[in-house]
T-cell receptor
Framework: EAGVAQSPRYKIIEKRQSVAFWCNPI?????LYWYQQILGQGPKLLIQ????????DSQLPKDRFSAERLKGVDSTLKIQPAKLEDSAVYLC?????????????FGPGTRLTVL | AQTVTQSQPEMSVQEAETVTLSCTYD???????LFWYKQPPSRQMILVIR??????QNATENRFSVNFQKAAKSFSLKISDSQLGDAAMYFC??????????FGQGTRLTINP
């Protein structure tokens, strides 16, 4: 079974630039999550999709962050414009069940550095 | 709101020894799940073990086991016969109902050869 795929693995941009991350979940997983992990901290949920609908985006900074999941499969997370404090690893995860009782499967993450 | 606390930022253990990582949580629900995740330097988060709150029996996965104390809201991870490959960040996490998975701050585990 292929795992959760993410690209790019690394990205360096200057502040005020835009950036986009891509995630392809495990086949058949209806639920997709984007997490932000700042160095030295645990991951923080940014947004959760169930198929192509948003379940929870309460911690997504909507003035600069956006995410979509077209056709209920792949997802993109965009930051526009980026700030220095957005430097973090962005993790995508997917799960088979509607909530995480089955445990989530994580991708390798995208490390973003904002200069 | 659910919270997860890991009070040990770093732990170290000699290879082949046993180490226990601590975790406490707070929840208002009676039905919830608890997890331990491992994050090696490559940063791929891997599920180590999970515990359903309604199960009294502690979960075990090979060398990994948990001590689930529901009344005390404690969920520690014991790693037996520690191996060099066990070196990583370990995160305790919980979820209740349809709410989001909440992580602790993590414990960095070092294995000394």
């Amino acid at each position: 079974e292929a795992g959760v795929a993410q690209s790019p693995r690394y990205k360096i941009i200057e502040k005020r630039q835009s950036v986009a991350f891509w995630c392809n979940p495990i086949s058949g997983h209806a639920t997709l999550y984007w997490y932000q992990q700042i160095l030295g901290q645990g991951p923080k949920l940014l947004i959760q999709f169930q198929n192509n609908g948003v379940v929870d985006d309460s911690q997504l900074p909507k003035d600069r962050f956006s995410a979509e999941r077209l056709k209920g499969v792949d997802s993109t997370l965009k930051i526009q414009p980026a700030k220095l404090e957005d430097s973090a690893v962005y993790l995508c995860a997917s799960s088979l069940e509607g909530w995480s009782g089955g445990g989530e499967f994580f991708g390798p993450g995208t490390r973003l550095t904002v200069l | 709101a659910q919270t997860v606390t890991q009070s040990q930022p770093e732990m170290s253990v000699q290879e082949a020894e046993t180490v226990t990582l601590s975790c406490t949580y707070d929840t208002s629900e009676s039905d919830y799940y608890l997890f331990w995740y491992k994050q090696p330097p490559s940063r791929q988060m891997i599920l180590v073990i999970r515990q359903e709150a309604y199960k009294q029996q502690n979960a075990t996965e090979n060398r990994f086991s948990v001590n689930f104390q529901k009344a005390a809201k404690s969920f520690s991870l014991k790693i037996s016969d520690s191996q060099l490959g066990d070196a990583a960040m370990y995160f305790c996490a919980s979820i209740q109902g349809a709410q989001k998975l909440v992580f602790g701050q993590g414990t960095r585990l070092t294995i000394n050869p």
